[in-house]
């Protein structure tokens, strides 16, 4: 994904969001996600530094709304509404699926690219994430309650999306230098122990987010 994208944007042919501006943008979806703590965000927002004075046009996400999708139950789409669904049916299933899950730890190192934006890679230390995800799926996919799991693609990875594109590049080959420069920095370790589940919209954006659950994840042995 990274040598294709690094030769799109090396053209200046990066995929520009049309939408991320828009106040016409109602797509709205189900998501269970994990926030990096403060220092992690704080290092991430050092490492945008560069990418700012290059590209400012971009689209930058906030320390607020950056995170770690553990999977899109209902994935964004125009007109989704809360009043469609039973959020306590989702509140309850989540609950449930928790019960055999525990806190996992994840790394994040170095930075990589999409055609349409700039992303942490995330490096789980154990199967923690997987397991989580899987039991997720399972649940969801047998539960009856509307769902959209895996319709758009598998979520196996653990980056994290902190800039898009949303204008041309403004110079393509410093863009990817400073993407070069830090493609093995490292960024923080941290402990995944509580997770959220949240009605939201296609970027995450802290004034679009309904929180609908904080559950936190119990370590072997604890009450």
């Known amino acids: ?17 049309p939408l ?15 926030r990096p703590p403060a ?8 490492l945008l530094v560069d990418f700012r004075r290059l590209e400012p046009a971009q689209y930058y996400y906030p320390a607020g709304d950056m995170h770690l999708t553990i999977l899109a139950i209902i994935s964004c789409y125009a007109g989704f509404t809360l009043a469609g669904i039973s959020p306590a049916a989702y509140r ?39 397991k989580l995800r899987n039991a997720a799926r399972e649940h969801f996919q047998s539960s009856g309650l509307p769902q959209s799991i895996d319709q758009r693609y598998s979520l ?22 400073a993407l070069a420069k830090h493609a093995q920095h490292f960024i923080g370790t941290f402990e995944v122990d509580t997770i959220e589940l949240v ?15 904080h559950y936190s994840l119990q370590a072997p042995g604890s009450r």
């Open 1 to 17: 994904m990274r040598a294709d994208a690094e030769r799109r944007l090396a053209l200046g042919a990066a995929e520009l969001d």
């Open 92 to 130: 309850e299933a989540v609950q449930r699926i928790l019960l055999g899950c525990r806190p996992f730890r994840l790394t994040f190192a170095g930075l990589t690219a999409s055609p349409s934006g700039i992303m942490v890679q995330g490096f789980p230390h154990d199967d923690g994430l997987t």
């Open 199 to 213: 009605c939201n919209d296609w970027y995450q954006r802290a004034r679009n987010t309904v929180l609908l659950q």
């Open 39 to 46: 220092a992690v965000t704080a290092a991430i927002e050092a």
């Open 156 to 177: 196996q990875t653990a980056h994290s999306t902190i800039i898009r594109f949303r204008q041309p590049l403004a110079n393509p080959e410093r863009l990817l230098a």
């Open 20 to 34: 991320i501006d828009s106040p016409l943008d109602t797509r709205r979806g189900i998501t269970l996600l994990a």
